[in-house]
């Protein structure tokens, strides 16, 4: 099905989906907890990590610092562990070179708050992608605090240059879009801040970090005032702590997505992680009415942990609104191919942000899906979507598709071809290897 020398795989109708699947380590979870293994003083162990390009980006950027990483046992399903043995943030070292952060935007802006914070120059750079991924956002509030930062393009685009400063100043901040990199950019520089740092979203974006952060001896609290406000005194001690990571529910979302939408399906996904902040996903498909059953499991993890079965089910189409959007941010590509296989047309609002991730996903998720025959409408950032149900293969015809070397779209087009009639080739599914390396191998898994 795939070629592992070549970058272009052929996805097939797939007859049925059958499987129980352990995915990668969540993406979110292990660059947070090998950043804070960093900062602490001491071992660290990391378990069930992400072996995803991204993850192994932040590695990579931590270790140019002087914190020794190691891989321990064989990695598999894109899970690894890893033991972290830090100087602490105190010991780190000026790096000789740029830091590459790959494709990896967590990497970019976690490791550039973590950095504002730390007396230290340096220069974070990534992929073409990379490149284009806005750090305006960051660069302002980390300036308020009192950092030195600039980036290229009039201080909007990545190479980044850092030159740290602590103590830094506390800062209340509130986003301009809705971002938990931003948020934690701000809390890992409140580490090195003078005072209680706030930081004031207007929806709840993922908490990884609060939740992390806390764990780790840091005093941190979340509540809503109409705002959903999350504070910190800064000045924190973060303490080592080991970890275990649960499944990634971004990743899981491919095979949701492709369980429900299959006329002839069950597919189980073990050890999934169902943060609140992260599970949208997972109640937006079941507005649709797909069947999944959720059985939480008690496990040592720090964040609620369940297994996922997913089974053949009619969806229908739904609103999306802006803050379902910011909900299941990395979700709505596979959400879109739902929703091609949905009756009625479904309509995704307030969609600007997509713009801004790995690629345009919202030109190319549009490009794609209807180069297999979906039928989608952009309307400035809002998407339509008209689902045909009933009709065989949901009106998807194999084709040439185009993945703008986006891990997301490379999936999310892999799921379309399984479903669509005779044969869909992407020009580039290497990519999926940033958060799921073993994404192919799991596909033909559950086809064959
Ligand atoms: C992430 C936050 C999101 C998400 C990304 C991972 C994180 O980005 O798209 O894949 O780990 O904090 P934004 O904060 O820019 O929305």
């Known amino acids: ?65 002087g914190v020794r990483i190691e891989r321990r046992g064989s990695a598999e399903g894109g899970r690894v562990d890893r033991l972290v043995r830090s100087p602490g943030r105190g010991g780190w070292s000026e790096p000789a070179g740029v830091l590459d952060a790959g494709n990896s935007g967590t990497t970019l802006r976690l490791l550039a708050g973590v950095l504002a914070g730390t007396p230290l120059r340096a220069v974070i750079d990534g992929d073409d992608s990379l490149r284009r991924r806005p750090v305006a956002r960051i660069i302002e509030p980390l300036r308020r605090m009192g950092a030195t930062v600039h980036a290229r393009a009039a201080d909007t685009l990545p190479p980044l240059t ?89 990743a899981a979302a491919f ?12 597919l189980t996904l073990e ?18 009415g797909a069947e999944i059953r959720v059985e939480p499991l008690a496990t040592d993890a720090s964040e609620p942990v369940g297994t996922l079965t997913v089974s053949s089910s009619r969806l229908r189409a739904i609103e999306v609104d802006a803050a379902d959007v910011a909900r299941a941010i990395d979700e709505i590509p596979a959400l879109c191919l739902a929703a091609a296989c949905a009756e009625g047309t479904t309509r995704i609002h307030g969609a600007g942000e997509l713009r801004n991730k790995e690629s345009d996903r919202i030109a190319g998720i549009a490009d794609g899906l209807s180069a297999l025959g979906a039928r ?73």
């Not at 380590?25 to 072996?51: F, N």
């Open 162 to 250: 850092v030159e740290g400063r602590s103590p830094l100043e506390a800062i209340v901040h509130r986003p301009t879009v809705p971002s938990a990199q931003v948020k934690s950019a701000i809390l890992l520089a409140g580490l090195s801040a003078r005072g209680t740092v706030e930081v004031r979203e207007a929806v709840a974006t993922r908490d990884h970090t609060e939740r992390m952060l806390r764990d780790r001896g840091v005093d941190v609290t979340s509540f809503e005032d109409g705002d959903w406000v999350v504070r910190m005194e800064g000045g924190a001690t973060v303490q080592p702590r080991d970890e275990r990571v649960p499944g990634d529910v971004s």
């Open 1 to 65: 099905m795939t070629d592992p020398a070549a970058r272009t795989a052929s996805i097939r109708h797939a007859r049925h989906l059958r499987g129980t699947l352990r995915l990668p380590g969540d993406k979110s979870i292990t660059h947070r907890a090998l950043i804070l293994a960093a900062i602490a003083e001491g071992e660290s162990r990391i378990r069930d990590g992400s072996d995803g390009l991204d993850c192994n980006s932040t590695a990579g950027a931590l270790a140019a610092l």
């Open 376 to 448: 989608v409408a952009v309307e400035g950032d809002d998407l339509a979507i008209e689902g045909r149900a009933g009709v065989p293969g949901f009106g998807l015809v194999g084709a040439p598709v185009r993945t703008l070397g986006d891990h997301r779209l490379a999936m999310t087009f892999a799921v379309a071809g399984l479903l669509a009639e005779g044969e869909t080739t992407l020009d580039d599914a290497a990519s999926a290897a940033v958060s799921y390396p073993g994404f192919f191998r799991d596909l033909e898994r559950v086809s064959a």
């Open 271 to 288: 050890g999934v992680g169902l943060n609140p902040t992260r599970r949208a996903v997972v109640e937006l498909l079941r507005r649709m």
């Open 255 to 266: 095979w949701l997505v492709a369980g429900a939408a299959h006329p002839d399906a069950e």
